[in-house]
């Protein structure tokens, strides 16, 4: 790409870090760094102290004027209004209005989505859905995310928030407590934590002998059962199947939606390949409609773990529009709050 400005900047917004980086045309990230979300009581506070360190980071490769466009990815963000709507994990009131203030911050355009629309973006521009023009990926964190992508478009819906497959009930009775309030949502069976939770219920409901009993019950994670099963233990290898067996009917579930070429699966709980992936896989086919029986790949992430999230942010960069006068207004976007 010959443009005067050839690069763009990712921000991945995490409950904990913030990490940024200054991305070229190829996806080469070429140069990064972190600042904790959480530091700052004041969101301006938070948005003066990201726009120094990213200056900083600017200038040391030498890079002030070259920047094309910002993507962010954030919690509970939407496309269509530029707003943090819900900041679940985030120290500050909600709506904020944080693609306004960025652009107004750095004069750049800025577009902002959640972070699992920023990885399906990042995983199609650079990574294995490459090529791909219907796939959905799913991103298996704290939480289960997704972007679904359709004819080569993301898919945000009607209000922007599109895609929230981690929300769909799998377990119609006695499933689990979600943090959406409600029960038996995929994301509480198939999330690292997920996958935690299941650990403890099968030490706590058997008496059969496991490494994970080696490990007070409430502080057994994800790491810790994917470490046990490689290391042969049968209860652990066992959390991955059932695991596996609910995200692979998820799957042929969602296909009947969108009829995908590929699942892209991203995210932690993806790094356990095998162990999750061939129950996953053979669950998916067992529940398959015929007519997509063996057709819907399942991919692993191709995006290097460490630049991962900036990619996929940095990826929306390009898609970035100056603001406009339509741009919403937190005060005219909130429905009647009550004061607090
Ligand atoms: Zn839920």
């Known amino acids: 790409?010959?443009?005067?400005?050839?690069?763009?900047?990712?921000?991945?917004?995490?409950?904990?870090?913030?990490?940024?980086?200054?991305?070229?045309?190829?996806?080469?990230?070429?140069?990064?760094?972190s600042?904790?979300?959480?530091?700052?009581?004041?969101?301006?506070?938070?948005?003066?102290?990201?726009?120094?360190?990213?200056?900083?980071?600017?200038?040391?490769?030498?890079?002030?004027?070259?920047?094309?466009?910002?993507?962010?990815?954030?919690?509970?963000?939407?496309?269509?209004?530029?707003?943090?709507?819900?900041?679940?994990?985030?120290?500050?009131?909600?709506?904020?209005?944080?693609?306004?203030?960025?652009?107004?911050?750095?004069?750049?355009?800025?577009?902002?989505?959640?972070?699992?629309?920023?990885?399906?973006?990042?995983?199609?521009?650079?990574?294995?859905?490459?090529?791909?023009?219907?796939?959905?990926?799913?991103?298996?964190?704290?939480?289960?995310?997704?972007?679904?992508?359709?004819?080569?478009?993301?898919?945000?819906?009607?209000?922007?928030?599109?895609?929230?497959?981690?929300?769909?009930?799998?377990?119609?009775?006695?499933?689990?407590?979600?943090?959406?309030?409600?029960?038996?949502?995929?994301?509480?069976?198939?999330?690292?934590?997920?996958?935690?939770r299941t650990a403890r219920e099968y030490v706590e409901i058997t008496d059969e002998p496991s490494l994970l009993r080696d490990i007070p019950v409430e502080e057994i994670t994800s790491k810790d059962v994917y470490d046990a099963a490689m290391a042969g233990d049968e209860l652990a290898k066992r959390v991955f199947e059932y695991t596996g067996n609910i995200l692979g009917e998820a799957l042929a579930d969602f296909t009947v939606f969108s009829s995908p070429e590929a699942f892209v699966i991203f995210g932690g709980l993806a790094k356990s390949g095998e162990l999750l992936l061939r129950p996953l896989r053979e669950s998916m086919e067992r529940n398959m409609l015929s007519i997509w029986k063996n057709k819907v790949k399942v991919l692993q992430s191709e995006l290097k773990e460490a630049d991962a999230a900036v990619l996929g942010a940095s990826a929306l960069g390009w898609e970035a529009k100056p603001l406009t006068v339509t741009m919403v207004q937190p005060a005219s976007a909130a429905p009647a709050a009550p004061m607090a």
Request: glycine share 14%.
């Open 35 to 196: 600042i904790k979300t959480r530091k700052h009581a004041d969101f301006n506070d938070y948005i003066d102290e990201l726009h120094t360190e990213i200056m900083r980071l600017l200038s040391s490769i030498d890079a002030e004027d070259k920047i094309f466009g910002i993507g962010v990815g954030a919690p509970n963000a939407n496309y269509f209004t530029g707003m943090i709507e819900d900041g679940v994990n985030l120290p500050w009131p909600t709506p904020i209005p944080f693609a306004q203030m960025l652009s107004e911050k750095f004069g750049i355009p800025v577009a902002i989505t959640n972070d699992a629309n920023a990885a399906a973006i990042g995983e199609m521009t650079y990574g294995a859905a490459r090529g791909l023009k219907d796939f959905i990926m799913i991103t298996l964190g704290t939480g289960v995310g997704s972007g679904i992508v359709i004819n080569g478009q993301l898919v945000y819906g009607h209000d922007g928030f599109a895609g929230e497959l981690g929300h769909v009930i799998v377990k119609r009775n006695n499933g689990r407590l979600c943090g959406c309030g409600r029960t038996g949502c995929l994301e509480t069976y198939c999330s690292a934590t997920g996958v935690a």
């Open 1 to 33: 790409m010959n443009s005067p400005k050839p690069y763009v900047i990712g921000i991945d917004m995490g409950g904990t870090n913030t990490v940024f980086g200054v991305v070229d045309a190829r996806g080469v990230v070429l140069a990064s760094n």
